[in-house]
């Protein structure tokens, strides 16, 4: 009797786990979450972004996320119109606050948005972690590919460190 009831909770406790567990795509990705960026002042919708990696990292948290070395992508959606001057600074702001300050590399991966981003135009950013690149790739723009895991986290930091408002980082992960 005893042993049955162990195995019957053993069983939950599998269940359990598999029924929370994230799963992977057809081809393999793992959608971790979603956010939208605003302008705090006047909580304006600037884009809608989605995080998505093949790799699920060994802990729940954003330093984990950052640190992994799998492929892994944002996917924005702009919902407003932005001058390609503004993404660009805010960028370039958003990697110094993290610490991150090759500027050869961010003006390399920032050279991919020739031009102002458009209400519904798409972005991505991507790392590929067989050839450790990012790729930033803009829809009416262009693209650049940036060599390094160095880059990448840096990169990975500007949503999963600091930025404002911080609940974005988490809102990104919050299907791990």
Known sequence: MRRLLIALVLLCVTF???????????NGWYHTGDAVRTKTIFNVKVYAIGHDMKCLPAQKTKQAVIDADCDKKFSWVMKRDVDRSKIMDALKEAYG???YTDTTKINQALAAFSADLKDGASVSISYNSA???????EQNGGSATIAGVDFMKGTWSIWFGKIDPPSMGDELMNKL
Do not use: C, E, Q
């Not at 929370?20 to 057809?26: E, F």
């Not at 050839?131 to 790739?137: L, V």
């Open 131 to 137: 050839n450790k690149t990012t790729t930033f790739w």
């Open 97 to 99: 606050m993290n610490g």
């Open 16 to 26: 359990a786990s598999s029924a929370w567990a994230l799963n992977p795509d057809a």
